[in-house]
């Protein structure tokens, strides 16, 4: 069996295909989303690099898989009837749940700051809020996404729970490295 070659050539012209062959620009809103919601899975994957944790990197594994899920809903053309989206396996409420749950009990473990916290200190802090960044600029792409097309209210919960539970565990990873966490100085 002979390798195929990765490079096809259609999308030269500005183009590409979703899932089913429906070709679209690869600016639309869409592309967009997707294409950000793969850069944060990329991130994470760094994060887990860094991650020593077991359950940590089974929350982040797990995060990778929904984020896998969720971007091949978004290549999904919408049906007729609106949307592309269809609900995580589950769903997209136990996913948020499963993440508020890991968000209790980091802030029960780190000492409680009411300061604005600048990302480093550590390696891993520093990726963690790379990945809450990212995931922003991912929700703000699917809100803008929702404007045009249906999406599932609830994936737009999870990614903004997501966002939180990557602030908290860069927290939680400054903490467990004994890393002084850098505040927000006002003049």
């Given at each position: 069996?002979?390798?195929?070659?990765?490079?096809?050539?259609?999308?030269?012209?500005?183009?590409?295909?979703?899932?089913?062959?429906?070709?679209?620009?690869?600016?639309?809103?869409?592309?967009?989303?997707?294409?950000?919601?793969?850069?944060?899975?990329?991130?994470?994957?760094?994060?887990?690099?860094?991650?020593?944790?077991?359950?940590?990197?089974?929350?982040?594994?797990?995060?990778?898989?929904?984020?896998?899920?969720?971007?091949?809903?978004?290549?999904?053309?919408?049906?007729?009837?609106?949307?592309?989206?269809?609900?995580?396996?589950?769903?997209?409420?136990l996913?948020?749940?499963?993440?508020?749950?890991?968000?209790?009990?980091?802030?029960?473990?780190?000492?409680?700051?009411?300061?604005?916290?600048?990302?480093?200190?550590?390696?891993?802090?520093?990726?963690?809020?790379?990945?809450?960044?990212?995931?922003?600029?991912?929700e703000?792409?699917?809100?803008?996404?929702?404007?045009?097309?249906?999406?599932?209210?609830?994936?737009?919960?999870?990614?903004?729970?997501?966002s939180?539970?990557?602030?908290?565990?860069?927290?939680?990873?400054?903490?467990?490295?004994?890393?002084?966490?850098?505040?927000?100085?006002?003049?």
């Open positions: 069996m002979g390798k195929g070659k990765i490079y096809t050539g259609t999308g030269d012209t500005g183009f590409t295909s979703l899932v089913g062959g429906k070709r679209i620009a690869k600016t639309d809103l869409r592309i967009d989303a997707y294409g950000t919601v793969d850069e944060l899975n990329s991130f994470i994957a760094c994060l887990l690099d860094e991650v020593e944790e077991a359950h940590d990197r089974q929350i982040l594994l797990q995060v990778q898989h929904d984020l896998f899920d969720l971007g091949a809903f978004l290549a999904t053309p919408p049906s007729p009837q609106g949307g592309g989206l269809s609900p995580l396996e589950g769903g997209w409420e996913a948020a749940a499963v993440l508020e749950a890991e968000m209790d009990k980091i802030a029960a473990l780190v000492p409680p700051s009411n300061k604005f916290i600048l990302p480093g200190g550590c390696r891993s802090n520093s990726l963690a809020h790379v990945c809450r960044t990212v995931c922003r600029r991912a703000r792409c699917l809100y803008a996404l929702s404007e045009r097309d249906l999406v599932d209210e609830t994936a737009l919960t999870y990614i903004n729970r997501l939180d539970y990557f602030f908290l565990l860069a927290r939680k990873q400054s903490f467990i490295s004994n890393q002084e966490e850098i505040f927000v100085k006002f003049f």
